[in-house]
């Protein structure tokens, strides 16, 4: 089975619709790699992450915004033969987004974003928010320079 480059925008926004997490690759002051698994939500081409107010995360990202985050679902073991270890895979469809971190700090774009995280869980997105929480949440978004989707077995 050969993987599949999909380039096609649908294909690709259903499989966003479709994962659970995305894991954010970034970079700290030492060149080394840092990933995270996040919720996130999306839009029109936009992916949207919150988090709590402090971390080792949010010292790296204001530091060097630049990420690269991957997300995949449909997972499925197959096999050609059961008792030949090689012959074992699995199906899948993934997809990569490379770009920078923005930090939203307007209360009304944080509110956007935020609605799109709700969509992706709960398919609404009329949500009430309290002012104290809008403000003590840090809310970004990633707009891609790149956007790659790959299938496997499908
Ligand atoms: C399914 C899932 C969804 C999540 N969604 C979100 C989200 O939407 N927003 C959000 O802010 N966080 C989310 N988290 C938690 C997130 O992955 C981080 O653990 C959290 O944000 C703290 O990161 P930090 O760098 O600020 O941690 P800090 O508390 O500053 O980290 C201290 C140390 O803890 C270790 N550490 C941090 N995170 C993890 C981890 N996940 N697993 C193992 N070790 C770790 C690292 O060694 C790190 O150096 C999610 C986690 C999971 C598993």
Same mark, same amino acid.
């Given at each position: 089975m050969k993987a599949r480059v999909i380039t096609d925008k649908s294909l690709t926004e259903e499989i966003i619709k479709a994962c659970e997490v995305c894991f954010v690759? $970034? @970079?700290?002051? &030492?060149? $080394? %790699?840092? +990933?995270? %698994?996040?919720?996130?939500?999306?839009?029109?081409?936009?992916?949207?992450? &919150? *988090?709590?107010p402090v971390g080792h995360k949010l010292n790296i990202l204001r530091n060097n915004p630049n990420v690269c985050i991957v997300m995949s679902t449909a997972h499925q073991m197959y096999h050609q033969s059961e008792l030949v270890a090689c012959s074992y895979? $699995?199906?899948?469809? *993934? @997809? $990569?987004?490379?770009?920078? @971190?923005?930090?939203?700090?307007?209360?009304?774009?944080?509110?956007?974003?935020? *609605?799109? @995280?709700?969509?992706?869980? +709960?398919?609404?997105?009329?949500?009430?928010? *309290?002012? %104290?929480?809008?403000?003590?949440? +840090?809310?970004?978004?990633?707009v891609p320079t790149q956007t790659d989707c790959k299938y496997f077995g499908y």
């Open positions: 690759g $970034m @970079v700290d002051e &030492h060149g $080394m %790699p840092y +990933t995270l %698994p996040f919720n996130f939500g999306y839009a029109d081409g936009i992916l949207y992450l &919150h *988090s709590g895979g $699995m199906k899948y469809k *993934s @997809v $990569m987004m490379r770009g920078k @971190v923005e930090f939203l700090e307007d209360l009304e774009d944080k509110v956007l974003a935020l *609605s799109k @995280v709700m969509q992706q869980y +709960t398919k609404r997105e009329d949500y009430r928010y *309290s002012q %104290p929480a809008l403000k003590n949440v +840090t809310v970004m978004r990633i």
